[in-house]
């Protein structure tokens, strides 16, 4: 759509608004006030998750010691035939949406897998992949992010199957999860 220049105000028509406003004066404008620099930010909140980190390990539901750095991670719900994990594993389904838990400690990432689950159930998403990290600079007690991910996974009704990515997806460091339909 194009816009319309305004027709030319005649010169009786400027006579006339020059008139009717009469005198005019140039406002003089003031200097803004003072205001002190801001302190620079402070990280409390990184500084409190960091405290609650090695609590927070201890009061897991599992061992991380369990799972290898390398191992594969599956699963199929009872019931449902081995085909479908089967083809799962061979990237058969589109995944429709990931998230990266990397760099978040264990209460932060499980209440994020949880929310995106909730999410794939309303958006009617079958297929989702998590990407959890292979634990490569985890301590000696394991990949706690990969375990956390088995447990939440296993526990979770929506959930029909899961098993470790392809290598372009993200091998061991993540799994892709098959959501039951609705």
């Not at 009786?12 to 620099?37: K, N, S, W």
């Not at 909140?45 to 010691?65: H, K, Q, T």
């Not at 000696?140 to 959930?159: E, N, Q, S, T, Y």
Request: one cysteine or more.
């Amino acid at each position: 759509m194009s816009r319309r220049r305004p027709a030319p105000v005649s010169e009786d028509d400027a006579d006339l608004f020059r008139e009717a406003i009469g005198e005019v004066r140039r406002l003089e404008t003031e200097a803004p006030a003072f205001t002190p620099d801001r302190p620079a930010p402070y990280p409390r909140m990184r500084e409190l998750d960091e405290a609650a980190v090695p609590g927070e390990l201890l009061n897991l539901d599992f061992d991380p010691a369990i799972l290898e750095i390398g191992e594969e991670l599956s699963f199929l719900r009872n019931g449902y035939p081995p085909k479908i994990l089967k083809q799962l594993k061979r990237g058969h389904f589109s995944i429709q949406a990931d998230i990266d838990l990397h760099r978040m400690n264990a209460e932060a990432a499980r209440d994020y897998m949880l929310d995106f689950l909730r999410e794939a159930r309303e958006r009617n998403w079958r297929c989702v992949r998590i990407v959890h990290g292979k634990g490569l600079r985890s301590r000696p007690g394991g990949p706690v992010l990969k375990g956390l991910a088995d447990l939440v996974l296993r526990r979770h009704g929506d959930v029909l199957a899961f098993a470790s990515a392809r290598p372009s997806q993200g091998g061991t460091g993540a799994v892709v999860v098959l959501l039951k339909p609705r």
